[in-house]
């Protein structure tokens, strides 16, 4: 699934551990879902977008 959360933590000038750390997952878990390699589970999904203050729609592309 693509996304746009890699730009977006750019935009904050946020790494993959501060935004980790937010979400309460691994740094691997951000690089797996901004790689494509991992969807997030929705409870997860509706967290990066309450985090980054936009819908989930937004971020994620099918």
């Not at 746009?4 to 501060?18: D, M, Y």
């Not at 409870?43 to 936009?54: D, H, N, Q, S, V």
């Amino acid at each position: 699934m693509n996304n746009t959360i890699r730009e977006l933590r750019a935009e904050r000038g946020w790494s993959q551990v501060n935004l980790a750390d937010r979400l309460e997952v691994s740094r691997q878990t951000v690089n797996a879902i901004e790689t494509g390699r991992y969807d997030p589970s929705l409870p997860l999904a509706f967290a990066i977008a309450k985090l980054f203050e936009t819908t989930i729609e937004a971020i994620f592309a099918v």
